[in-house]
């Protein structure tokens, strides 16, 4: 790997959720330069982001929550290595997108994979993995972690002025770049804990006003009905038997597994609706 700086910059107002992600990340990051900087008084992540941006100098740029736990100790040779192909990264995101939630286009659209924390389990989400290792032609990545060439995320920055929350400044941020011709792509083989799940609520609902209002041209046409979307899900007992399971031939076989649920739902759904029209 040629030699790279690596900067994280971390919006977080807890203090030990701060210390446990800047751990993680100075484990990962041991060996090459790298910094990171924290942001406590944020008030939106785009305004504390486009902060971090300017006070940090590496060229590839981490966004990250404060809440996530990456458990590859190859971590930093696999993104370096990669942005030299991609412009940004992710762990989660989607081939098209539909409307303001990235996982609304629904299989195979959605891609990646996401371990979510629980007091007594871990579960494990499993969308479209393929092509193995990196999804290609990604137009929106979740912002639970946002990997970026510097001059990328220096062209593209964040919307603050009408993200000015904590809402849709990922699928703006991310949509935008696709939208001017950069090149995104999913992680799928870096296994990741996420201690929190999304909230959709009315302020998230204002903010996808918002979002449609600037992209809404360039939204694909929405799925077929589906019922409800959902990828394959496993539940494991600690991060060691997670681990054990992150592999590509276990994807294949969950991903191909959902994709069939979904599409038996769709059935069902398509014809629930002729039914109805007669």
Not at 50 to 75: A, E
Not at 215 to 223: K, M, V, Y
């Amino acid at each position: 790997m040629s030699e790279h700086f690596f900067s994280v910059v971390i919006c977080s107002i807890e203090p030990l959720k701060f210390a446990q992600a800047s751990a993680c990340y100075e484990h990962l990051l041991a060996g090459v330069p790298h910094e990171i900087v924290g942001i406590h008084d944020a008030t939106s992540l785009a305004a504390g982001y486009n902060r971090g941006l300017q006070l940090t100098q590496g060229d590839i740029v981490i966004f990250s929550h404060d809440d996530i736990l990456i458990l590859d100790d190859d971590f930093a040779g696999k993104i370096a290595r990669r942005l030299e192909t991609f412009d940004l990264l992710g762990f989660a995101g989607a081939r098209k997108l539909v409307n303001a939630i990235w996982w609304c286009a629904g299989l195979p659209w959605i891609c990646g994979a996401i371990a979510h924390a629980h007091p007594r389990s871990l579960s494990l989400s499993i969308w479209n993995t393929e092509p193995w290792p990196v999804v290609d032609d990604i137009r929106a990545i979740d912002g639970l972690c946002i990997m970026a060439r510097r001059e990328v995320a220096e062209e593209i920055g964040f919307d603050e002025s009408r993200f000015d929350g904590f809402h849709l400044y990922d699928l703006d941020f991310s949509f935008s770049a696709w939208r001017a011709g950069k090149k995104i792509g999913v992680c799928c083989d870096i296994p990741l804990i996420h201690t929190s799940l999304g909230q959709y609520d009315e302020q998230h609902a204002e903010y996808g006003r918002r979002f449609l209002e600037k992209h809404r041209d360039a939204l694909s046409d929405p799925p077929a009905p589906v019922g409800k979307i959902k990828g394959a899900h496993g539940l494991f007992a600690d991060h060691r038997a997670l681990i054990a399971e992150w592999r590509q031939e276990v994807f294949q076989r969950a991903a191909l597994k959902a994709r069939r649920v979904s599409e038996r739902a769709g059935e069902r759904a398509n014809a629930t609706l002729k039914r109805a029209r007669r």
